[in-house]
């Protein structure tokens, strides 16, 4: 199942959306968690600095109160056994001298400095809980950061309506033309002010359709051209024919020269029909066309192998002129009388649709490639011209069957 088609602006407003919400949301969290980082790294350097200027320098701790230094909540210990015994449980007397993070319950968390002297591991911790921002904190932080965010999204979303509308008027709008019956050679206005590559893609379907214009009105005056000039030497040699046969010298000769003189008009004729606009208001009989194409065709057909026949509504009308319902229909009869040696061809007639059905050599056989040619071919393209429906394929046992639906 193909993918159901979205606007422009649709795509656009999405992927914005997508692309803003990623960004947001990995903002937040490396901020947050550089922020935690960060305070680590204060409340380590103090600790460390702390602990090289008063056990690196063996400067005195302040004597006002045991164990504190001076200006800060840091508690100094010159042995392991002269720790807290909370604290000692969290700190292993092995470790050598640097910086750690012990954390002793939910309202502790330390940072101690480890520096031996002679030996001795003297120690210098800092609960740093108190200073480290609290959930409601990060949660505030987290706020302000969304509400920025918002604001964000909003000035992104009212220049995302200006680019949107500056790219998809200009494609409406072509999309209309091309689907009116002016090609799109109507492309953006300059009041749309569209971006370049619309321009260039709006002038390259003009130049397009302008060529194939060219090209269309090129083939229907070949079609006029050539079907005009056919039209009298045809008209000299059927009136000739038709001398010979008032003059009573008629002969198998005669009538496959009348036939194949009238195959070439009606060729004539649907190649002219081609060049020109369908008529909505033309009909004709399909009874009588089908009987003209088997009396233009019958010298093709053997009379002793194979039985003719049509049946069904002799009132049934195609929507098409009397001379395009000869040529799709004398093409189809022409090539069943060709390709069946025996058995029956028949045609049927409904209200709407006509179907040839034979008995021959089959539809898609070696031997009937040439039979199917030009004149299939305009059948087809008559049949497209005209708005109708042609199939052609096997039939379910053997043979052919051909059906044209309005």
């Known amino acids: 199942m193909r993918p159901r088609a979205r606007s422009v602006q649709s795509l656009l ?32 350097n103090q600790a460390s600095s702390v602990a090289d200027r008063v056990i690196g320098r063996q400067e005195s701790p302040s004597p006002t109160t045991a164990n504190t230094i001076s200006g800060i909540e840091m508690q100094y210990y010159e042995r392991f056994d002269a720790l807290p015994a909370p604290l000692g449980k969290g700190i292993d007397p092995t470790w050598t001298d640097g910086e750690y993070e012990v954390t002793v319950d939910s309202d502790t968390h330390y940072h101690v400095a480890i520096r ?36 964000m999204l909003v000035i992104a979303l009212i220049f995302l309506g200006r680019l949107a509308k500056r790219v998809s008027g200009p494609l409406e709008a072509m999309a209309q033309a091309a689907s009116g019956e002016c090609p799109a050679a109507s492309g953006p206005s300059e009041t749309d002010n569209p971006p370049e590559e619309i321009v260039l893609l709006a002038a390259s379907l003009a130049a397009r359709d302008e060529r194939i214009e060219e090209l269309i009105e090129r083939e229907r005056q070949f079609n006029r051209d050539v079907s005009h000039e056919l ?12 001398l010979l046969d008032d003059a009573g010298e008629r002969t198998p000769v005669t009538d496959r020269l009348g036939s194949a003189l009238g195959n070439m ?8 029909w081609l060049g020109r606009q369908p008529d909505e208001d033309a009909t004709c009989n399909v009874w009588q066309s089908c009987e003209q194409a088997a009396k233009i065709n019958r010298h093709l057909l053997n009379d002793d192998e194979v039985a003719f026949g049509i049946v069904g509504d002799r009132g049934s009308r ?11 229909i004398g093409n189809l009869v022409r090539n069943a009388f060709t390709f069946t040696n025996q058995g029956e061809v028949s045609v049927r007639i409904s209200e709407s649709d006509v179907c040839v059905r034979d008995t021959g050599v089959g539809f898609g056989e070696p031997s009937d490639v040439g039979g199917f040619g030009i004149g299939l071919s305009l ?4 049949c497209a011209h005209f708005g109708l429906a042609i199939s052609v394929g096997p039939d379910e046992e053997t043979g052919t069957i051909a059906r044209v639906s309005w």
């Open 318 to 328: 195609m929507p098409v002129p009397d001379a395009v319902a000869q040529v799709i």
């Open 265 to 272: 008009r009606l060729l004539t004729e649907g190649i002219l």
């Open 231 to 242: 039209r009298t030497p045809l008209s000299i040699a059927m009136g000739a024919a038709e």
């Open 116 to 151: 031996s002297v002679d030996g001795e591991p003297h120690y210098i911790t800092f609960n740093a809980r108190p200073y480290v921002r609290s959930t409601q904190q990060v949660l505030q932080f987290i706020a302000i950061v969304a509400v920025l965010g918002g604001v």
């Open 13 to 44: 407003t999405r992927n914005l959306l997508l692309s803003v919400g990623l960004c947001f949301a990995a903002t937040v969290l490396v901020a947050v968690l550089f922020g935690f980082d960060l305070e680590d790294q204060i409340f380590e």
């Open 379 to 382: 059948a087809e393209r008559l």
